[in-house]
């Protein structure tokens, strides 16, 4: 089974912290809570986080728009 990681992005529109799938870096996604679209980029450089972080049934995913 792959394990997909995620890093924290707060979308610049509405502000809340979302995961977005590392695969997603330099792509524009589409964030769940507002709609509002930006550009993936991890600012902070930190380790991303793991499928099985408490964030995941906290934080609202990111989709790429269709």
Avoid: I
């Avoid at 977005?20 to 450089?45: I, K, N, P, S």
């Amino acid at each position: 089974m792959s394990q997909v990681t995620y890093f924290v992005q707060g979308c610049p529109t509405c502000g809340r912290a979302s995961q977005v799938r590392v695969e997603y870096l330099g792509q524009l996604v589409q964030c769940r809570h507002c709609g509002g679209e930006f550009t993936a980029v991890d600012d902070d450089e930190a380790a991303p986080l793991d499928v099985a972080a408490p964030l995941r049934a906290n934080g609202d995913w990111l989709q790429k728009p269709r």
